[in-house]
């Protein structure tokens, strides 16, 4: 599969990851300004649309075939920018976004991944998991919701959720979108300083950002052990709002790229139904 | 309220309805062509958009509030171009699509209404039905599906239903999408013609065409039946895709206008958060 030089320079590789030597605000992979990549956003439209509408057309033959888009980052660092720029660009009806609060009392009597099941999106679709399991071993680390044996259960759990997954016909794309901290202090001041914005702020917020070295360093072990060959991590530098759409739109199109998507072959006589309607009774 | 011009002219009057004299490849309420139909959608976007993210923004204060948009109409009338075309236009987070194919067995086991409550929007969201509980008094009475007692048992049922969900916060919104029996056969040999669009095509819609004059006498039995303050029926005339995405751009707007939707107030303390995130510890 050819992927693009975004993806290139998007796809972490194996090892140690530190995440302080990775640019929150740069463009890897791309050469323009924010202006050339909104235009090659828009751009990129069209394919997007096809491909997806191709996906969705292999339902109507029995297709295992979906995408899953995995959202993860600290507050403010967009993922519901994502939603409404990136996925915004394909047909709704093929998309199923699910997303992860705190767990219900119910959920939490279960196991972590429970819930994650019944968000999974049906065949044909892309589903975007805005959170996801991995606030399990993030949020579940740093404010030690479960022991340290149970964390490290789970990135195993996790990686054989995945390559199940990947055995059902998933195509796994996962996006750490990686701000700075001092980004995020704007983001929250902007939040702040706009009566349109107040409902996106919590006081809570502050309590997390002030937890900033400790979730750094979960996000720098859950991409150490879970990046993985069927379900690879991607850390999107994402100060700048306009690579961040770009990026991951850039990492849909290319997976959906990979998958090869024909139209469906006619699974009946096209010469007979054309035909039927041709020497139909009258309807009025 | 004030409504638009294709508002009123597209709201069902009370009494008996004659599908045969509702033209449909008029343009009720608009004076242009395609070119500023299509514009006039396309300018409708920013305003839908802002209006849609209030309401999403509601929930963080607990609204009850929400949008259910009913679409039903014969195959090949465009319920899909209304989801890509009109619906694309807002942020797909806020938005849930629920498509009613025919009930499973365990759906069948329960009432009828059993799945459509299962797939009603949360409240912040506009909800829309890709066909709905119509199907079990529209196929539901031309397929004898049902005995008449039952299927007349459901048009009241359905009433209090829509009359309860009022209640509780939905603005419902119903739109039969009115093609000609013409329209439908170009539409059907277009799939044919085409590779792209056969998965799009079943030879059981033929059948379901032969059903023409049932369907149209089901149809206006549900509009005569079902039309109410609380969820009145728009006859959409769909000949025109154009104007199809456009109408029903302009009745979710005129719905949203009707909301009065405001950005919610701070819950928590401005100026005390402002100061908190100013003198915070230094974060790296």
């Not at 979108?177 to 009566?195: D, F, G, M, T, V």
């Not at 937890?211 to 150490?224: C, D, H, I, M, Q």
Request: glycine share 8%; proline share 6%; charged share 30%.
């Amino acid at each position: 599969m050819t992927t693009s030089a975004i993806a290139d320079a998007l796809r972490l590789p194996p090892g140690p990851v530190d995440l302080t030597s990775i640019e929150t605000d740069a463009a890897p992979g791309f050469d323009g300004k924010k202006a050339d990549g909104q235009a090659a956003l828009h751009a990129m439209g069209d394919e997007l649309a096809d491909l997806q509408e191709r996906l969705w057309a292999q339902r109507t033959v029995g297709t295992d075939r979906r995408v899953l888009l995995v959202l993860q980052g600290m507050d403010t660092s967009g993922k519901g920018g994502v939603l409404r720029h990136t996925i915004g660009l394909v047909d709704p009806q093929g998309v199923r976004i699910t997303s992860f609060k705190a767990p219900t009392e119910e959920e939490r009597a279960h196991d972590f991944l429970w819930r994650i099941e019944k968000g999974l999106p049906p065949a044909g679709y892309i589903g975007v998991f805005d959170r996801s399991h991995y606030e399990d071993v993030l949020i579940g680390k740093v404010r030690a919701l479960a022991d340290d044996d149970e964390i490290e259960r789970r990135y195993g759990a996790i990686n054989d959720f995945e390559a199940r997954l990947s055995g059902e016909g998933f195509t796994i794309v996962k996006c750490m979108l990686h701000i700075s901290p001092q980004e995020q202090k704007s983001r929250l001041e902007e939040r702040l300083a706009n009566p349109e914005k107040y409902w996106k702020y919590n006081p809570g917020d502050l309590d997390e950002r002030a937890l900033w070295p400790a979730y750094r360093e979960a996000y720098e072990t859950v991409l150490e052990r879970t990046s993985t060959q069927v379900a690879p991590w991607h850390v999107i530098p994402s100060d700048k709002k306009w690579y961040r759409n770009l990026a991951i739109a850039q990492l849909l199109l290319d997976t959906l790229r990979g998958l090869d998507l024909q139209w469906p072959e006619a699974d009946f006589e096209v010469e007979t139904e054309k035909k039927r309607l041709a020497e139909e009774s009258p309807v009025q």
